[in-house]
């Protein structure tokens, strides 16, 4: 995928499990959110992967270690090993260690996923800004984080440490809905300090590094639900990707997204990479996909016909996007959306 602008979702005649080698998969919102499966995912993952596709699990959330990502993954029915899963913690683990003096301290302002990267690394984590780190590492510590953690970041980053992020998400879903996130911890240390941290997680280049390095992905596609992370990461790693509607990203975002923003596929859930996607096509005045063609009008996007939903969604796409050029649409999509009960 060039790093153009994206005018409408590409189609496949294969199944995406087939046209391609490894699925680079997001965890919350894509397989689980809240620790509960999402619905489709158990089964579409194991057809997947019976068929020779390698699934790896890449996530923005630094709170577990990969083991136990894989026992929960394996429990829910996918069997996974701790080689599997990539995270955020690793990531900036690697972008620690590049920086700092090996055993350097770190304090770590986080959950178990954080310290167990960090001694792979060879570094040690600290819990006080007391213990002389040489640098400060935030991820998202669960609900339970207590306050006064932030308040040892902002001590050690006052005394000149360096100041590292697993991710800045600010959301995360949950079962009950869209929780905070490590994005938004990292407001509040930043809001008090002053500085700026180095991020590592999607969509930067150091997530994307130790993707690959673990991995070896020769034809990978990235499965997410997040256009600002999941797609955007996909984007500047040159690679395609496959939105989901299974967790933060819905159909207005998707088509007021800016060409970064863009995936190559749309599907409702994982079930969509045991399938060809549909080609969205040129209609002369708009664009058609399946049983339903969208035009963009000065004002609004139109939508005709009668047919599947996403068909519809993707038809909507390709006239958003081409109007919309390298910026976001602006154009009014909610009767377009309304019709497709989106």
């Not at 600010?170 to 002053?194: F, H, K, M, Q, Y």
């Not at 047919?307 to 009767?335: Q, S, Y």
Request: proline share 6%; glycine share 12%; with cysteine.
């Amino acid at each position: 995928m060039s790093q153009t602008a994206r005018t409408r979702p590409e189609g496949s005649t294969r199944a995406l499990s087939e046209a391609y080698d490894t699925a680079l998969l997001d965890l919350d919102g894509v397989v689980y959110a809240g620790g509960n499966a999402i619905v489709h995912a158990v089964e579409s993952l194991g057809v997947a992967r019976d068929g020779g596709m390698r699934l790896a699990y890449v996530t923005n959330n630094a709170l577990r270690t990969p083991d136990a990502v894989a026992e929960h993954l394996t429990e829910l029915g996918i069997a996974t090993e701790g080689s599997d899963v990539i995270t955020s913690a690793q990531a900036v683990a690697r972008l620690i260690a590049d920086q700092v003096p090996s055993g350097a301290r770190v304090l770590v302002i986080g959950g178990e996923g954080l310290r167990v990267a960090l001694r792979e690394r060879g570094l040690e984590p600290v819990e006080s800004a007391e213990d002389e780190p040489v640098a400060v590492v935030q991820g998202y510590g669960g609900p339970e984080l207590p306050w006064g953690r932030f308040a040892e970041a902002c001590y050690a980053i006052a005394r000149g440490v360096p100041w590292f992020a697993s991710n800045t998400d600010l959301t995360i879903p949950s079962a009950r809905g869209i929780a905070p996130g490590n994005g938004a911890a990292v407001e509040v240390v930043r809001i008090a300090t002053g500085a700026e941290p180095q991020v590592a997680g999607k969509p930067l280049p150091p997530m994307h590094r130790e993707t690959v390095l673990r991995t070896g992905a020769k034809r990978p596609l990235v499965v997410g639900d997040r256009l600002d992370t999941d797609i955007e990461g996909a984007f500047n790693g040159d690679v395609d990707s496959l939105l989901v509607l299974t967790g933060v990203a819905d159909g207005a975002q998707l088509l007021a997204a800016p060409p970064q923003h863009r995936p190559t596929y749309v599907d409702a859930d994982l079930r969509g990479l045991l399938t060809g996607q549909p080609e969205v096509t040129d209609a002369g005045d708009g664009f058609r996909c399946g049983g339903w063609t969208a035009t963009a009008g000065e004002e609004r996007l139109e939508l005709t016909g009668d047919g599947e939903a996403l068909d519809g969604l993707r038809a909507l796409c390709a006239a958003a996007w081409t109007a919309a050029g390298d910026g976001a649409c602006a154009l009014d999509a909610g009767k377009a959306l309304a019709r497709l009960g989106l």
